[in-house]
């Protein structure tokens, strides 16, 4: 979505189709727009509500709290994801406890919405202790090349928390 409102990027008219159009416009009026349905961004983030719920974190294995890479990794999930609802609606529900009943859905749907800043706040209040790296670093597991392609470095597959940090703070 971000890269559809970069300035270096201009849509034709004639090929692009009416719900990229209006993304690109800034236009978030149209609820029926495929690429706008918030609940798929409430799924990531009520999914990773879920395990940070659930993770223990101080499990370890060899002095090591084998779990802390992955609750980090998580927080980093859904921050970036809370972040991209809060730029692209600007207001938003804000909820951190896993919602598992349609009531609870319900419920949190229907609160008081968040605005940008405040969803932003929030944010950084929450994944400001993981910033430094060497403390908490993204998990690395050992991926196999499949089909003779390269091995994949899974510790990429996350927003870095301090990217994170600089994104909110501008």
């Not at 990773?48 to 719920?53: P, S």
């Not at 008081?112 to 690395?140: C, G, H, W």
Request: hydrophobic share 40%.
């Amino acid at each position: 979505l971000n890269e559809l409102r970069g300035d270096l990027l201009t849509l034709s008219g004639e090929k692009a189709v009416l719900d990229v159009q209006e993304i690109a416009n800034f236009n978030y009026t149209n609820s029926n727009n495929m690429y706008l349905d918030a609940r798929d961004y409430y799924t990531i983030i009520n999914n990773c509500n879920i395990f940070l719920a659930r993770v223990d974190t101080t499990l370890k294995k060899n002095g090591v709290k084998y779990m802390l890479p992955e609750y980090v990794a998580v927080k980093s999930v859904r921050a970036w994801t809370y972040l991209q609802l809060a730029i692209n609606y600007n207001e938003i529900p804000y909820f951190t406890e896993p919602i598992l009943t349609h009531s609870a859905a319900a419920d949190v749907m229907n609160q008081t919405k968040m605005s940008r800043d405040q969803v932003i706040d929030k944010l950084i209040e929450d994944i400001l202790p993981f910033q430094n790296p060497a403390d908490y670093t993204m998990p690395k597991w050992t991926v196999p090349a499949a089909s003779g392609a390269p091995g994949v470095k899974t510790e990429h597959f996350f927003v870095p928390i301090r990217m994170l940090l600089g994104e909110m703070y501008l």
